[in-house]
């Protein structure tokens, strides 16, 4: 692995991915990155003390890699070309975030912390690092915004099962961002003992350079077994994009390969149409219709007014909808390699109840949207195509009961079996 700083070392500047990255942070983390950027140098990229050989050992055991690469053979005959499906939702806790959080809290014993903090929006990353914790026997406090604590229940209980400490962030609208905010002040604090498990590619360095190399994982073992298994590698790879923790992590291991495309799908909510008055966005769509600022300690592409105020953003799937995206697939896709694109909520619904009723697979509503690009763009993939499903759709069924009976969609024309 080679870090950034060998790669942009024209810039000189720590951690950046061309104009993006950064340790944008105030004065009283500094010493905070700065020993966690020592680390990560150390332990994940030098081996240090066999750090990396704990991890995969740990990622086979408890976590069930590596996840299978499936042929799709139903959507194959559907699109009348090659479909593969990378099976992050097999991965134990249903989705991609394990890779991270307990390569994370992996971290956090090897650099004698005592206590675990992360962030969660929906639950998912709290669920993950919350079940890294028990495993690794480490105390572990989740911050979650009040809005979220109260819609997202089942969540709550699984870390609390897990023995985390969910504390409710009462500030804002009690979203994700509320919680970002109330974590980094914890951490600020008490960075002796703890360390800030971060959800995804974002954040300052070392946070996005860190979380992708946990999660390159996923491209590297599809990378492998396309080539056995289809004899070549794919045309295009398509994994959806929320902080593009799961896009990155594919998408990685493909990136020097010229000829295979890549695409990271985000949600377009209800629509790209953005209002400036009121400071809202009805989608997530950052890489496709954001601008360049600093969020969370990072430049990067984000959903802001022009006098630079984060807006809310929406999308039906709770894990995309964030206003901000990781620095480097910002730069990915400002230099031409990712190519952005969106599907709005409904396309996404109906990716979900297409592979559940194609392929027996219930995908994450996440998921989903990439499921759905596939159904609108496949024609332009090429032949060979893999797709990330990041994770399984079990948390969604709620969400896509309601969605769906109030919407006439096509995908699933007797969903009324729900109401049996
Ligand atoms: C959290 C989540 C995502 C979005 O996060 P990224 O960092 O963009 O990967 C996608 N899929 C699933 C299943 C998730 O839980």
Not at 4 to 27: A, H
Not at 60 to 83: H, K, M, N, V, W
Not at 88 to 100: F, I, S, V, W
Request: aromatic letters at 6%; charged letters at 25%; hydrophobic letters at 35%.
């Amino acid at each position: 692995m080679s870090t950034e700083r060998e790669r942009d070392g024209e810039s000189g500047r720590t951690g950046t991915f061309g104009e993006y990255g950064g340790q944008y942070v105030p004065e009283a983390l500094m010493p905070a990155v700065q020993e966690l950027e020592d680390a990560y140098e150390r332990y994940v990229l030098e081996n240090e003390d066999g750090f990396m050989d704990e991890f995969r050992e740990r990622m086979r055991e408890f976590g069930g890699r590596p996840t299978p690469l499936q042929r799709a053979d139903r959507l194959s005959e559907r699109y009348d070309r090659e479909i593969y499906l990378k099976r992050e939702d097999l991965l134990h806790g249903g989705a991609h975030k394990l890779n991270n959080a307990l390569g994370q809290v992996l971290l956090a014993k090897y650099m004698g912390k005592e206590r675990i903090i992360a962030e969660t929006g929906a639950g998912q990353h709290g669920t993950a690092t919350a079940m890294a914790a028990a495993h690794l026997d480490m105390p572990c406090e989740i911050y979650m915004g009040r809005t979220d604590v109260n819609r997202q229940r089942p969540n709550v209980y699984r870390m609390r099962m897990n023995g985390a400490e969910v504390n409710p962030v009462e500030a804002g609208s009690g979203t994700l961002k509320e919680a970002i905010n109330e974590t980094m002040r914890d951490w600020a604090t008490t960075v002796e003992r703890t360390h800030y498990v971060i959800g995804s590619v974002v954040g300052p360095h070392p946070f996005p350079q860190m979380v992708r190399d946990f999660q390159a994982v996923i491209g590297k073992e599809a990378r492998k077994q396309i080539q056995e298994q289809a004899g070549r590698l794919p045309d295009s790879v398509v994994a959806c994009a929320g902080g593009g923790s799961n896009t990155m992590g594919t998408f990685h291991a493909f990136v020097p390969d010229d000829d295979v495309d890549l695409y990271a799908v985000e949600a377009g909510g209800s629509s790209l149409e953005i209002d400036e008055d009121e400071g809202l966005a009805p989608n997530s769509a950052t890489l496709s219709t954001g601008t360049d600022g600093v969020l969370h300690g990072a430049m990067t592409k984000l959903l802001q007014s022009t006098e630079g105020q984060i807006m809310e953003s929406h999308s039906v799937s709770a894990g995309l909808d964030y206003a901000g995206v990781g620095p480097e697939l910002s730069h990915l896709v400002e230099t031409g390699r990712v190519t952005p694109a969106s599907v709005d909520d409904e396309v996404a619904l109906n990716g979900f109840h297409r592979l559940s009723r194609l392929e027996g697979i219930i995908p994450a509503l996440e998921s989903s949207h990439a499921l759905g690009y596939l159904e609108e763009a496949h024609e332009d993939l090429g032949d060979l195509v893999v797709v990330n499903v990041s994770g399984r759709g079990d948390k969604d069924l709620e969400t896509v009961l309601e969605e769906t009976e109030k919407r006439d969609l096509a995908a699933a024309p007797d969903v009324e079996v729900f109401d049996q």
